[in-house]
């Protein structure tokens, strides 16, 4: 049996932690575990996390999701026992792989979804510029886009040059 995701195109900032279901003396291949993504090599492999928990060298995996991926401690509260209660190998699939195509996911029996969670994101802000110099006022729509006067002038001028040059080009090359 296998479980449908739908991804929406765009999708930023989610990161979906995966079980990888595996019968004790039978491991499967990497290969394997990517395959039941049911995404048909369609993802970003280099954004995939896939390894044993033993990696983490006693760090639990919710501290892994805190500090390697960004994930709010109220986003973990709940699920922190179920996550660090986890065995053997896990696939990390954040929603960088997708490259912001939408995708139908046929997640296949060798995975169980563990979870889904947000990456804590600050919102932008930007701090006021230093420099007197660089305030001012910007012309809202319906502002007049006229060029700066003498600029008509000056690009007729340059013209007229461009066509003296090239016909002086055609002269000298016409007389030799």
């Given at each position: 049996?296998?479980?449908?995701?739908?991804?929406?195109?765009?999708?930023?900032?989610?990161?979906?932690?995966?079980?990888?279901?595996?019968?004790?003396?039978?491991?499967?291949?990497?290969?394997?575990?990517?395959?039941?993504?049911?995404?048909?090599?369609?993802?970003?492999?280099?954004?995939?996390?896939?390894?044993?928990?033993?990696?983490?060298?006693?760090?639990?995996?919710?501290?892994?999701?805190?500090?390697?991926?960004?994930?709010?401690?109220?986003d973990l509260r709940d699920m922190?026992?179920?996550?660090?209660?986890?065995?053997?190998?896990?696939?990390?699939?954040?929603?960088?792989?997708?490259?912001?195509?939408?995708?139908?996911?046929?997640?296949?029996?060798?995975?169980?979804?563990?979870g889904r969670f947000e990456e804590?994101?600050?919102?932008?802000?930007?701090?006021?510029?230093?420099?007197?110099?660089?305030?001012?006022?910007?012309?809202?729509?319906?502002?007049?886009?006229?060029?700066?006067?003498?600029?008509?002038?000056?690009?007729?001028?340059?013209?007229?040059?461009?066509?003296?040059?090239?016909?002086?080009?055609?002269?000298?090359?016409?007389?030799?």
């Open positions: 049996m296998s479980t449908v995701l739908d991804i929406p195109a765009q999708e930023a900032h989610v990161v979906r932690v995966f079980a990888v279901v595996e019968e004790a003396g039978a491991p499967l291949d990497d290969d394997a575990v990517m395959a039941a993504l049911g995404a048909g090599g369609a993802l970003e492999a280099e954004e995939i996390e896939l390894f044993d928990l033993k990696d983490l060298q006693g760090m639990p995996l919710s501290d892994y999701l805190a500090e390697g991926h960004g994930i709010a401690e109220t922190r026992g179920q996550l660090d209660g986890l065995k053997g190998r896990v696939l990390i699939l954040p929603s960088r792989a997708f490259r912001g195509r939408a995708m139908k996911l046929r997640v296949g029996g060798a995975l169980r979804l563990v804590d994101v600050p919102p932008v802000s930007f701090a006021p510029l230093p420099s007197e110099g660089a305030r001012g006022t910007v012309a809202g729509e319906g502002a007049s886009s006229r060029a700066q006067p003498g600029t008509r002038r000056a690009a007729l001028v340059l013209v007229a040059l461009l066509i003296g040059a090239g016909v002086l080009v055609l002269a000298l090359m016409g007389g030799s």
